[in-house]
């Protein structure tokens, strides 16, 4: 009978505690399979309908196999709703409103909802208004 241990080699053969990381580096690259460690990462964002996790100082790899690049990325994340950043990203430059206003002669409010609605393109929220 075989052992229960998770570190017995006749679970995963060659991938024992023995392994040899020039070895793995070769059958990797027999494979197709080149591994990337991206230098200076200050964060990595991952956001979903309602939340986004926030990893500062994360340690990610770029693994390509195939054509297809995989990121694996290690580090502790800060989880916060995404309705928070939401809003703040969409706030939009004090320049952007005083330009479609002084071209279209619109209200502050106005002007500013014609950027929200054009994703903060001047031209095309004075367009906007203009032909509305």
Do not use: W
């Not at 570190?7 to 020039?22: A, H, L």
Request: glycine residues 10%; charged residues 30%; hydrophobic residues 35%.
């Amino acid at each position: 009978m075989g052992s229960n241990n998770p570190s017995d080699e006749t679970m995963m053969p060659g991938m024992g505690r023995g392994v040899n990381p020039r070895q793995m580096k070769q059958a990797m690259k027999r494979m197709g399979i080149s591994q990337e460690d991206m230098q200076g990462v200050e964060e990595v964002i991952i956001r979903t309908a309602d939340k986004e996790y926030v990893i500062k100082g994360a340690e990610v790899a770029c693994i390509t196999m195939q054509g297809q690049k995989t990121y694996q990325v290690v580090g502790d994340a800060e989880v916060r709703p995404r309705h928070d950043l939401k809003e703040a990203s969409s706030d939009i430059p004090e320049e952007d409103v005083q330009l479609v206003m002084s071209q279209t002669g619109a209200s502050k409010e106005k002007a500013a909802q014609a950027l929200k609605d054009c994703d903060g393109q001047p031209a095309e929220a004075i367009l906007k208004i203009m032909s509305g």
